[in-house]
């Protein structure tokens, strides 16, 4: 489902005070002075998918700024990438100052400051997620803010990603909620796959060639996701790779093949026991559809992943202590990640 705002409707004399309203309530608390004396329409249309929301933004000269006031008011743990359609945007953060053209993109970090001008009129799409989502360090996503990205020919990983982005924001409107929380989960991916190879991490083929595999391995673990037999063996018979070679490509995204299995299917349950609180399917009938072995085996890596029960997690939704789409994310065996501020009901 779209959201859009449409500043069209509202008086010019009304515009840029909505518009800076409307920015905010879209992203992160943000300070957005319009650089228009009467200015002109602008129009934000956003999509989710998965822990990523889309957003495709165009408007008329401005400069937002990101101070540590408003970081203090809350949107600190998220991150935005910018990818440009038209016009010019001068990015400055920790230090760095870069200027995206057409065809590039950067990285923001709402935890720190920030300030981005753009000084005509403009047009890109803005994926906003939570960093938690990515699974990087913090030296990885400073490696990622306030950077250009090239994406013509010859750029290799940058290239490949904004071409998925592209692909993934073109299609927004018309994905099924799991396809999109799938290849939403794979753009991400594709992020910290070159935030390593940023880093110097990459693996010894090119990178465009092992991307692509690993694309489609992830894409066919997707599809057969609740196959109770889905082994690294069978996986790379079917993709015709080695299954050192699987295990090589998984090394290099910092996790093994079963348990980004399990990270898939873990997330897919808790999904799907939040939309059936009401007793209609079983937590064993879940587990059972998508491949987990027994219903206690299932309730064991549920736990260890997210700190509560199949059953209490149920709870939570029901009761209201959590909302259905909180950002739980896979943490170490008896840790508890429910989101900051967020009860358990036992």
């Known amino acids: 489902m779209s959201v859009v705002i449409d500043t069209e409707g509202l008086p010019a004399k ?47 000269p401005q400069r937002v700024e990101r101070s540590a006031g408003l970081i203090a008011r809350g949107g600190e743990d998220h991150l935005t ?5 038209r016009g010019t945007a001068r990015l400055a953060q920790d230090g760095n100052r870069v200027e995206l053209r057409p065809g590039t993109f950067a990285v923001s970090d709402a ?15 803005a994926f906003h997620w939570p960093r938690s989502a990515v699974g990087l360090s913090e030296e990885d996503l400073r490696t990622l803010t306030a950077t250009v990205f090239e994406a013509g020919p ?35 991916d594709l992020l910290a796959v070159l935030a390593h190879e940023r ?13 692509a595999i690993l694309a489609r391995v992830k894409d066919h ?44 299917r873990l997330d897919t349950c808790r999904r799907e026991l939040a939309r059936s609180t009401k007793g209609r399917t079983t937590v064993a009938a879940v587990a ?3 491949g987990f072995a027994s219903a206690s085996h299932f309730s064991r890596a549920f ?38 501020g967020y009860g358990v009901a036992v």
């Open 14 to 60: 009304d515009r840029a005070e909505y518009w800076h309203e409307a920015v905010s309530r879209t992203f992160i608390p943000l300070d957005v002075a319009v650089l228009e004396d009467a200015p002109a329409p602008a129009t934000i249309t956003s999509h989710r998918l998965g822990a990523v929301q889309v957003s495709r933004v165009q408007a008329g």
């Open 81 to 85: 990438l910018a990818l440009q359609h």
């Open 111 to 125: 935890g720190r400051p920030f300030a981005k001008e753009l000084p005509e009129p403009f047009v890109f799409t």
């Open 154 to 188: 010859g750029t290799g990983t940058a290239r490949l990603v904004a071409a998925y982005l592209g692909h993934l924001s073109a299609s927004a409107e018309s994905m099924e909620p799991q396809v999109a929380s799938w290849l939403a989960t794979t753009a991400l």
């Open 199 to 211: 880093r110097g991490r990459s693996v010894p083929e090119a990178p465009e060639a092992a991307l």
């Open 221 to 264: 673990i997707l599809r057969h996701l609740g196959d109770p037999d889905l082994t690294p063996e069978r996986i790379a018979a079917a993709q015709h790779v080695s299954v050192r070679y699987l295990h090589k490509l998984f090394r290099f995204e910092g996790v093994t093949v079963a348990r980004w299995i399990q990270r898939q």
């Open 288 to 290: 059972g559809r998508w």
């Open 303 to 340: 736990r260890a992943a997210y700190g509560v029960s199949p059953r209490e997690w149920q709870a939570c939704v029901r009761t209201g202590l959590v909302p259905v789409s909180a950002p739980l994310q896979v943490g170490e065996p008896g840790r508890a990640v429910l989101p900051p």
